[in-house]
């Protein structure tokens, strides 16, 4: 008995050792936007926002082009993710659902896409874009973007296809469906929550994205919000108090969709990389 | 006109059962190609705007292509002279010792503690599982450059927590301590900062993989008389090996290609000291303007990575079968 609360004691210990390192930074986050600046730039740290302010919010939201890079990070992220994720169903209904010579393959290619680093195809996307007078543009940076997302999509979404049972087209399909029936009144609304989930962290992909916009994209009126967030570092140092809430609200749409679906994620990550 | 009545008169005649046989058989005919016309929209996009640049990134390396060819738009082919460049220059070897290290040391320290937090959350009670796993998720949603500015912060040299925490813990010499100054401390920094974002994905993924090993199964072992690694060893480790496959391939990947915590970390400005292959091919490329070595360098970083992923993605054609 003892021993067995022993053991709980050190499981719990051990959680909340886990817990401390990964929050911590998030905590210090939200706390420093919230501080005044003498408090903010203190030797002896201040562990709570009291008393706190909202000028750091103030002065982060009054930056140059903020509204416009909000709206330019909404514009590339919408269209990404609505284009990778209609070519990204197709394909992954072909992969999950049909047998056909080359699948394997195209799996296999799948993966191995991904290891092409971005920063170095960033030099040719840049020249063909450029070429194509593209640069500069966000349609060339949603182009760019679905280099790495319609991948990402296609092996996410053949797990949540690969994870609804055929059995139940079959049924659909003796009853009298045809196979287009099947797909569309009984594969499309199971699959449903699994492009929301694919939707959702393709918007991370895309919001996250830092080194492509700022390749890119060169003139003010373009930037997406990671450049935004970059520009509070200047070559006079870094206004933290700034940065940090800025971060907060840059981070805040990002943390907001994802505790929304990261359960469907990992559970079509996962069944993808167990089932063939 | 008549042979639209000709035709109707012909359908009536035949039996229904012949018409419905031939529809189907005219959709078997076509069956096989419905995966390829559902694959067509998505490759047919990633060939032009991933196939068409990775064939560019391949030419560009071995042509010299500098600022004066990039306003020509025309490069100068000189064979293997920028591979011959890269290998011949000692700086090359040091940059890929580096690279494979630095990787190998995240993946490992990834792996094995994602593996040790997903052991742990299946042992937490309720309220605590929650709680850690809120956190990993809070974690793994930061955008990676809020994730490296707020790590900047912590190591800041003159306001950052960590100084004071050390001074406070009564270790010397971390009063207005630079951390970016010695190569090795700053990699154990942007060490930090990898594995921290790299965590909650790896733990939570395992830990959804550890819901499919049957409890029944390893409590067998144990009442064979296992003992807690055994039982991983034995039993957990076969069960889990696909999603450790992919967990180990992605971190891989990823970590082999580690670019914006090193470039933001330090200022946008990495010293020598500071490079691994995907900075390095950068810079060469938006620095120094020489296009045609750094896509070099990117040629062969792909290549390295290549060889270094082969036996997973052998592994992983056998899992996922033809």
Request: positive net charge; aromatic residues 12%.
């Amino acid at each position: 008995m003892t021993r067995r609360r022993l053991t709980r004691a050190g499981y719990n210990a051990a959680a909340v050792l886990v817990l401390a390192v990964t929050v911590f930074p998030i905590y210090w986050m939200v706390a420093t936007g919230f501080k005044r600046g003498p408090d903010i730039l203190s030797f002896e740290p201040r562990w709570l926002p009291i008393p706190g302010t909202l000028e750091n919010y103030r002065s982060a939201v009054a930056k140059p082009h903020f509204l416009q890079d909000v709206r330019n990070s909404m514009l590339v992220v919408v269209a990404t993710v609505l284009i990778s994720l209609v070519l990204a169903f197709l394909a992954a209904l072909a992969a999950g659902r049909f047998n056909f010579r080359g699948r394997a393959a195209m799996i296999v290619m799948l993966i191995v896409v991904q290891m092409v680093p971005l920063e170095a195809l960033i030099i040719p996307i840049y020249l063909m874009l450029d070429g194509a007078g593209q640069t500069d543009r966000l349609a060339g940076i949603v182009v760019t973007y679905l280099t790495f997302v319609l991948p990402f999509s296609i092996w996410t979404l053949r797990g949540f296809i690969v994870n609804i049972p055929t059995e139940l087209e079959e049924a659909a399909m003796v009853d009298g469906c045809t196979r287009a029936g099947a797909f569309r009144r009984i594969l499309f609304p199971l699959v449903a929550p699994g492009l929301v989930a694919t939707a959702v962290f393709s918007f991370i992909l895309v919001w996250n994205d830092y080194l492509i916009a700022y390749v890119l994209l060169r003139s003010p009126e373009k930037q997406t919000l990671g450049i935004w967030l970059a520009s509070f570092t200047t070559n006079h140092g870094t206004e933290w108090g700034g940065v940090m809430a800025g971060s907060t609200l840059f981070a805040i749409p990002a943390v907001v969709f994802f505790l929304l679906v990261q359960r469907r994620v990992v559970s079509g990550l996962t069944a993808g990389a167990v089932k063939g | 006109m008549s042979s639209i009545q000709d035709r109707r008169t012909l359908t009536e005649a035949r039996p229904a059962t012949d018409l419905a046989g031939r529809a189907a058989q005219r959709r078997r005919r076509l069956a096989p190609l419905v995966p390829y016309a559902l694959l067509a929209p998505a490759l047919l996009v990633l060939a032009a705007i991933l196939g068409f640049p990775m064939y560019r990134l391949v030419s560009l390396s071995f042509q010299r292509y500098g600022l004066r060819e990039l306003f020509a738009g025309q490069g100068t082919w000189i064979g293997l002279e920028n591979y011959r460049d890269i290998v011949t220059d000692s700086f090359f070897w040091t940059v890929v010792a580096r690279t494979m290290l630095f990787a190998a040391v995240a993946v490992g320290l990834t792996m094995v503690l994602g593996t040790l937090v997903a052991l742990l959350l299946r042992n937490l009670g309720r309220r605590m599982r929650v709680a850690v796993t809120a956190g990993l998720v809070a974690a793994w949603a930061m955008p990676t450059l809020t994730a490296i500015s707020i790590w900047q912060w912590l190591f800041d040299f003159e306001f950052g927590i960590v100084n004071w925490l050390l001074t406070w813990l009564g270790v010397d010499g971390f009063e207005q301590h630079n951390w970016f100054d010695q190569p090795l401390q700053g990699f154990t920094v942007i060490m930090i900062v990898v594995v921290w974002g790299a965590l909650p994905f790896v733990a939570i993924t395992l830990h959804a993989g550890l819901t499919q090993v049957p409890r029944e199964l390893e409590e067998a072992a144990r009442v064979d008389g296992a003992g807690a690694f055994q039982v991983f060893r034995h039993v957990t480790l076969p069960v889990m090996k696909p999603i450790f496959l992919i967990l180990a391939t992605l971190s891989t990947i990823w970590d082999f290609k580690v670019f914006t915590q090193i470039w933001v970390l330090l200022n946008q400005r990495p010293s020598r000291e500071y490079f691994l292959l995907g900075i390095w091919s950068y810079s060469e490329s938006f620095g120094v303007t020489r296009y045609g070595k750094g896509a070099a360098i990117a040629v062969v970083m792909v290549l390295l990575l290549l060889v270094v992923t082969s036996f997973y993605v052998r592994q992983m054609v056998r899992a996922v079968g033809p």
